[in-house]
């Protein structure tokens, strides 16, 4: 019987582990959460199994004969047995402890020193800026490959106001961290694998929560270091140059249609066709579209929803954004 | 044969149902309700309107306060008084002469006797199981409304704000009118037969105890008239404190709910501890018995941290307090903490009902004794004890302080181990 069960179990335990349940690893600290993940899970399966396939065995086994009216056996208490099947699931726990308190404290240490990002959470969209003598600002996270990043997190708008609890997550990263106004949190990603991952919030935050999603791109170092260098350039350039790349990586394309960018976003307002739309309360189209990126809020054009959030942009930029995209409009 | 069944049927002819005391209006019961719910709500609108008049606060009619003091505060007591739960009580208090109730194990004379005030602890179980399952059913009717709106991309039937609150109030139906409730009717119902006790220790209190079960499912329900509760059940700050106003509901519904589980939990402390049948010591007692034990012990200790953490959120919301407000120096994780200081116990008082009922089935139906009846016994104590050191482990990723975090994991895989005692037993 003991066998049969012990077979049944390592059979199961080597199945679960050979199919591909989890998403691509691409961080060190993965490397570190999915041994801790196998060995509890394996451990947790191997038992289950051991104990289903004896619970099912018996059942079938020593099931009642008809007219069997009899009691069973009053087996019961052996110290022996009880001793073994507490200090058993103690010492497996014990193993599994010391095992992730290991594996905790590693993934909390950067290694060498860390890329510094800032991140801006708010309902409902991730803002990540690259501190430095020229401030970049991106909706998108950038990583260099094989270097430590270490994310400072706030939950607040752009006039440093609280917001509610975020939580980042990228699930090739493995780690979770939550945002919580008040209080900075920090977070250490070490990317192995170049890639296009998720950005996903998981504390409910509220309407446009299952929106609230971004992505991270890992590049190579020198990819990054070209990306950072085409930003800075980028911002401080000439204006329509800037406004463009602004535009770009601000995110506003994933929404937005506007030909100049090679945008084709239909979730917001057709930004081609701005010149020829009512401009509310006789404002100049500069201004106007100044103050729908400071406070979309201001002013919502009918039909489309409270989802764009405001954005608190370096003057620079924020100018050459503007010029940028009333430009842009009045080509058509 | 004949003679037992004569008897029988002139006990019953004896008793007969209670003679109604009183004019219809006046007698206990749902019509006397039907008048008192809406005089209390008055007279809660009557006190805050009066107050807030003297103090010269503009409007003096602000509805908001109104609906929570009158609303959810005083109707629903309004409504316990005119089913009749406080009528002993009253009497006796005032000093009239107190109507004892029948307790020759006639509980329920008709169906009839289900939808009134009644003190037998059998009665009160079924009373308990089918509240349950109705609002089981409504939660469940609730899920298959959130899985039709994911059936296909996009929004197709309702707003996310809508779809938030369908999620929320049917996992706050789920845990608090169905899974802690139910287990609370089963052992109302067995509990007092394995002991060997006539009754519960205080059937009136246990009475009451049921009746404010209907109001806290019925507030949670109208959350949906008020938009809304859409926070989920766990109602984090400061999110719950941005909701529309239906948060209140759910506020209040689990001050009734809760207040509800504390009496229960009370009255099967004080039955187990005194009232065991000569003979029936703490270790001859059935092991359904110490889960509910156990579970009480739970109830009694971790549910006024919930409580506490839904006076926080309203207070917030209602009277403009700072505790979760970071730019007064509030502290959101204070309400995690608090929050799941019950919550996590709650997972407990979910699950050691369902390990009694299982050691009980299989320990029958094997036709054999249990292996290791102490153990099993302690186990449960020992996860009562542990189950209150581990909350912190649904914070890992919350932003406290880190060093919490490896002594929490400790506490958690221990409690793994009386856990699987109770397994292998």
Redesign the interface.
């Known amino acids: 019987l003991i066998s049969i069960a012990l077979i049944v179990a390592a059979a199961t335990t080597a199945i679960a582990y050979f199919v591909d349940w989890l998403p691509e690893q691409a961080s060190e600290e993965r490397q570190g959460m999915d041994l801790v993940f196998w060995v509890t899970v394996g451990i947790c399966i191997f ?1 289950f199994s051991v ?1 289903a396939s004896v619970s099912i065995y018996s059942g079938i086994k020593f099931r ?1 004969r008809p007219d069997d009216d ?9 110290t022996g047995l ?1 001793i073994l ?2 200090a058993v ?2 010492a497996l ?1 014990t193993v ?2 010391v095992l ?2 290991v594996v ?1 404290a590693q993934n ?1 240490r950067a290694k060498g020193t860390p890329l510094r990002v800032d991140v801006r959470a708010q309902q409902y969209a991730w803002q990540f800026t690259y501190p430095g003598k020229q401030k970049v600002t991106s909706t998108v996270l950038y990583l260099p490959k094989g270097r430590s990043t270490k994310l400072y997190m706030r939950s607040e708008h752009a006039d440093g ?2 917001d ?2 975020h ?1 980042f997550w990228v699930p090739e990263f493995g ?9 900075v ?1 920090t977070l250490v990603i070490t990317p192995t694998k170049l890639g296009d991952f998720r950005v996903i919030c998981t ?6 929560h ?1 929106l609230m999603r971004t992505r991270a791109i890992v590049l190579s170092p020198e990819g990054f270091n070209a990306w950072i260098k085409k930003q800075r350039e980028a911002a401080g350039g000439p204006p329509g140059q800037a406004g463009e790349a602004a535009f770009k990586s601000l995110g506003c394309v994933a929404c937005h249609t506007l030909t100049a960018a090679g945008a084709t976003g239909k979730v917001g307002p057709d930004l081609d066709n701005l010149d020829k739309e009512s401009i509310p309360g006789g404002q100049s189209l500069e201004a106007y579209v100044r103050q729908s990126i400071q406070d979309p809020s201001a002013y919502r054009r009918p039909g489309y929803a409270a989802q764009m959030p405001p954005f608190d942009l370096p003057k620079a930029q924020l100018d050459a954004l503007v010029a940028f995209v009333v430009e842009s409009a009045k080509q058509h | 044969l004949s003679t037992s069944e004569t008897t029988h049927a002139q006990v019953h002819a004896e008793h007969g149902a209670p003679p109604p005391p009183g004019h219809l209006l006046l007698r206990g019961g749902w019509v006397r309700a039907l008048w008192m719910v809406p005089l209390f709500f008055f007279i809660g609108m009557g006190i805050v309107v009066g107050l807030r008049a003297l103090a010269g606060w503009d409007p003096a009619l602000d509805w908001e306060v109104v609906i929570v003091v009158g609303g959810l505060t005083l109707a629903p007591i309004g409504f316990l008084a005119g089913i009749g739960a406080f009528d002993y009580w009253t009497r006796y208090a005032l000093g009239f002469p107190t109507r004892p109730e029948d307790h020759s194990s006639h509980g329920a004379y008709s169906w009839k006797d289900y939808f009134r005030v009644n003190t037998d602890h059998k009665v009160i179980g079924i009373q308990y199981v089918s509240t349950t399952i109705f609002f089981f059913l409504a939660g469940g009717l609730m899920a298959m409304l959130v899985r039709a709106e994911l059936a296909r991309p996009e929004t197709n039937f309702y707003d ?2 809508t779809y ?1 609150e369908l999620f929320s109030v049917h996992a706050s139906l789920m845990i608090f009118l169905f899974v802690i409730p139910a287990f609370a009717g089963l052992a109302n119902f067995v509990v007092p037969l394995m002991l060997g006790a006539p009754d519960m220790a205080f059937p009136r209190l246990n009475a009451l105890s049921y009746w404010l079960l209907p109001i806290a499912g019925i507030m949670m329900l109208s959350s949906f008239f008020f938009p809304g509760f ?3 059940w766990t109602n ?1 700050a ?2 719950s404190v ?1 909701q529309p106003f239906g948060n209140v509901f759910f506020s209040m519904a689990v001050q009734w709910a809760g207040a509800s589980s504390i009496m229960t939990a009370l009255n099967f402390l004080v039955t187990i501890i005194t009232m065991r049948a000569p003979g029936m010591t703490f270790w001859r007692m059935p092991l359904l018995v110490w889960a509910n034990f156990t579970t009480s012990l739970l109830v009694v200790v971790a549910t006024p941290f919930i409580a506490g953490s839904q006076f926080f959120v309203m207070f917030d919301k209602v009277m403009h307090t700072n505790f979760f ?3 007064e120096n ?4 204070g309400y995690q903490h608090i929050f799941w200081f019950y919550s996590h116990p709650a997972v407990y008082i979910m699950m050691l009902p369902g390990f009694g009922i299982a050691s009980e089935v299989i320990s029958t139906f ?8 102490r ?1 099993m016994a302690l186990s449960l104590m020992a996860i009562l004890v542990l189950g209150f050191s581990v909350w912190a482990h649904h914070m890992f ?3 406290m302080s ?1 060093y919490l ?2 002594p929490m ?2 506490t958690t ?2 409690i ?2 009386p856990t ?2 109770k ?3």
């Open positions: 038992v104990v009642v009899s009691d069973g056996p009053p087996i019961h208490g052996h009880e099947w507490t699931p103690t726990v599994i402890a992730s308190a905790l909390d106001t609280p509610v609890i939580s780690q979770k961290q939550d945002v919580v106004p008040g209080i949190t504390e409910l935050c509220g309407l446009g299952a | 996310t704000q938030n859409g926070a989920g984090y400061p999110l941005d407000d970071v730019s509030g502290y959101v994780l094997s036709r054999k004794p249990i292996f290791g009846y153990l990723v919350s932003g880190t975090r490896v994991m400790v895989l221990l793994a181990v699987g005692i397994v292998f037993s």
